[in-house]
């Protein structure tokens, strides 16, 4: 039996490429809408009996006060929020504020839809390691917090870090190498290396999202403790 649901997402786009789809697989869509600040008005408006809230930033302050709302003046609403893979305190916010269940973004349709039966009928829809990391970090403080620079420090090789920190520090190419002691090509092909898995076109952007993120003081202060 088909769900009456409402996509909420802060991408337009993807609100209604979502909802087209579970209109085909037999789904009573009510509205695809953008952005999420908005979702509660919508779904206290609507009533549906499944919300889909969309974010691309869980662990943002007050990003899950629509869902607040919308549990507090239509309690019978399920809401599943579809996000990245969380931090922590992404996913213990989005449970906190009244959520049935955490998706992640590049979960499959089948997956979405699964998780929507589930919050319908009242159970909880997360996979498993999804909590058990959230639980891990709360009985576990001590640990780094799980930020963003710190999960690309992580992607990155002692020698990548080195290359991103030359990067940041404004050095081209040949002062990279002559600076790591390796040829021109090796060094062009790790500075390539560092914006793939960075997920960057350019060295700028690259030396942008290190600053951003806290990735190079990060590196700095590892590259001190290894010393």
Do not use: W
């Not at 786009?13 to 209109?23: D, P």
């Not at 507090?72 to 990245?84: H, I, K, S, T």
């Amino acid at each position: 039996m088909g769900v009456r649901l409402m996509v909420v997402d802060d991408h337009r786009l993807l609100a209604e490429a979502l909802a087209s789809a579970l209109k085909l697989r037999g789904h009573r869509v009510l509205a695809a809408a953008a952005p999420t600040s908005g979702a509660a008005e919508l779904v206290v408006s609507r009533a549906p009996e499944v919300c889909l809230f969309g974010t691309a930033a869980p662990a943002d302050p007050g990003v899950f006060d629509p869902i607040v709302r919308i549990k507090r003046e239509r309690p019978q609403v399920a809401v599943v929020v579809l996000g990245p893979v969380p931090s922590p305190r992404g996913i213990a916010a989005a449970f906190a504020a009244g959520a049935s269940g955490y998706v992640r973004h590049d979960e499959r349709i089948e997956g979405v839809e699964r998780a929507m039966v589930k919050a319908r009928a009242g159970e909880t829809a997360a996979a498993p390691q999804l909590l058990q990391g959230a639980f891990a970090d709360l009985l576990n403080p001590a640990a780094q917090p799980d930020d963003e620079g710190h999960r690309l420090l992580r992607m990155l090789t002692p020698r990548e870090v080195e290359v991103l920190m030359r990067v940041g520090d404004g050095e081209d190419t040949r002062l990279i190498a002559a600076g790591m002691g390796i040829a021109p090509s090796t060094a062009r092909t790790h500075v390539q290396r560092v914006l793939m898995k960075l997920g960057v076109g350019s060295r700028l952007e690259a030396a942008a999202l290190a600053a951003r993120t806290g990735l190079l003081d990060r590196a700095a202060r590892a590259e001190a403790d290894h010393h």
